[in-house]
């Protein structure tokens, strides 16, 4: 498989406790984004890479939300002290360059019990 | 106000119907995705377009920039058409998306 890979597919976890997903874009993307949806909406930035550097963050990144590329591949974001209105789908993109197709992964859907 | 808005919100047609959404934009951009979100959260990129006009299948997409419009369109649709539609834009230096609502369709047999 050589697409966009997130892993796990869904999580339930108790408030307060810490969750960590992972993305694996497709190998040779540079660019790599991370984006939260809620139901009824659409997708909303988070965050993006360029190869291992984190380029922007939005204000919806809190400080419980910290996001790592460390060689360039693959990809975490960690959720500390979890909320329930954390619950939503984490969705990661990737792209080979600026300007070019984005290929999504099918999500991390996290529920906060 | 939303930078990119779609319309209609919900859309239901019989199989068979020819299909429209709309969608506008507020910011510039350099190119506007067309994907598709089926149950479960798997976004599938259908087109990303600059200029004019591009079609697969039963598929056609169309961008006026100096209008800030796009639309998509599906001739003959079918229930497997049913999903959501989402328009986004990259915008800005960085070249992130811009999304839109989505619009929910649901095509009948």
């Known amino acids: 498989d050589t697409g966009v890979s997130q892993n796990p597919r869904h999580k339930i976890t108790k408030r307060g406790q810490n969750v960590t997903f992972r993305c694996d874009p497709i190998s040779e993307h540079n660019r790599l984004y991370w984006y939260r949806q809620t139901l009824g909406q659409g997708p909303e930035f988070l965050t993006y890479?360029?190869?291992?550097?984190?380029?922007?963050k939005s204000r919806l990144l809190s400080d419980r939300f910290s996001a790592e590329r460390p060689k360039g591949s693959f990809s975490t974001l960690e959720i500390q002290r979890t909320e329930q209105g954390d619950s939503a789908m984490y969705l990661c993109a990737s792209s080979l360059f600026l300007g070019q197709v984005f290929f999504f992964g099918s999500g991390t859907r996290l529920t906060v019990v | 106000k939303n930078e990119v808005e779609q319309s209609p919100q919900n859309l239901t047609a019989q199989e068979g119907e020819f299909i429209t959404i709309n969608c506008s934009y507020s910011?510039?951009?350099?190119?506007l995705h067309w994907l598709q979100q089926h149950p479960g959260g798997g976004i599938v990129s259908l087109f990303m377009?600059?200029?004019g006009k591009k079609k697969h299948g039963r598929l056609i997409a169309t961008i006026n920039i100096q209008e800030k419009h796009s639309s998509l369109h599906i001739t003959a649709s079918h229930p497997r058409d049913s999903a959501v539609y989402i328009c986004?834009?990259?915008?800005?230096?960085?070249?992130?998306?811009?999304f839109g609502k989505g619009t929910k369709l649901s095509v009948k047999p």
């Open positions: 910011v510039g951009i350099s190119a």
């Open positions: 890479f360029q190869n291992e550097a984190q380029l922007e």
């Open positions: 377009l600059s200029s």
């Open positions: 986004a834009v990259i915008g800005g230096s960085q070249g992130n998306l811009i």
